[in-house]
């Protein structure tokens, strides 16, 4: 079984300021890892994703998300944010056994950025 | 390059009324895949197609639903005698050829159908 928890539904940050969004998982063995961003009207937009080797992976937009194996956590990060960083937020989880292409994902986490 | 393209953009259907919704993948994308978003939900997962077969279909929510991928490219979602709870937003998404051993590939998604079924 795979799960993932994002335990906010919204995140409120003032522009210029550190932002971020709360993920965590639930896999058997080593997971794969992404965040997606869904604007108003648009499908899901790819960000980053973690499969293997280092912890902090860099992706879109100046995005990053640390992999915390001990924590079961996959933290999405960017150290100033931007109004045009408002959008909804999802992390994904995939189980990494042969045969599974499935992703599973969170509910999303709503971010507004004010101005 | 042109990405994952979805027809329609909104479908309004009736109770009882059978659909089809149509994607078309990024072109040399081998791996193709359904998903079903409802409102304030993150998508779930529907059916998945390695070329023209179905590789797992262990998501799809009975039997109303069904899928193809003919030529190993465009799919076709079909819903027979929709009802009410399957008005979502349904996703598709396409990824390069998995192969074996470590699946790594990003799945890229579509702008999705919304179906209401009134």
């Known amino acids: 079984a795979q799960s993932v928890a994002q335990p906010e539904d919204q995140v409120n940050v003032a522009e210029g300021n550190p932002l971020t969004v709360k993920c965590t998982y639930s896999?058997?063995?080593?997971?794969?890892l992404f965040w997606y961003v869904q604007y108003p009207n648009r499908g899901l937009q790819f960000l980053l994703k973690y499969i293997t080797g280092d912890n902090l992976v860099k992706g879109s937009y100046g995005f990053e998300a640390e992999f915390n194996k001990s924590q079961t956590s996959f933290h999405l990060k960017k150290p100033s944010a931007l109004v045009s960083d408002s959008a909804l937020y999802f992390c994904?989880?995939?189980?990494?056994?042969?045969?599974?292409?499935?992703?599973?994902f969170g509910t999303g986490t709503r971010l507004t950025i004010i101005p | 390059g042109a990405g994952v393209s979805q027809t329609p953009s909104n479908k309004v259907t009736e109770k009882g009324k059978y659909v089809e919704l149509r994607c078309d993948p990024i072109?040399?994308?081998?791996?193709l895949y359904w998903y079903r978003q409802s409102l304030g939900q993150g998508p779930e997962f529907l059916i998945y197609?390695?070329?023209?077969?179905?590789?797992?279909d262990s998501g799809l929510p009975n039997d109303r639903f069904f899928a193809v991928r003919p030529e190993g490219s465009v799919s076709t979602l079909k819903i027979q005698r929709t009802e009410r709870g399957d008005s979502a937003v349904y996703l598709c998404?396409?990824?390069?050829?998995?192969?074996?051993?470590?699946?790594?590939?990003?799945?890229?998604f579509g702008p999705g159908t919304r179906l209401t079924v009134l």
């Open positions: 072109s040399g994308h081998t791996a």
């Open positions: 998404a396409s990824s390069a050829n998995p192969g074996l051993g470590v699946r790594t590939d990003t799945q890229y």
């Open positions: 896999v058997s063995g080593n997971p794969y």
């Open positions: 994904a989880v995939r189980a990494p056994f042969f045969g599974n292409e499935k992703l599973t």
């Open positions: 197609f390695q070329g023209t077969g179905a590789a797992d």
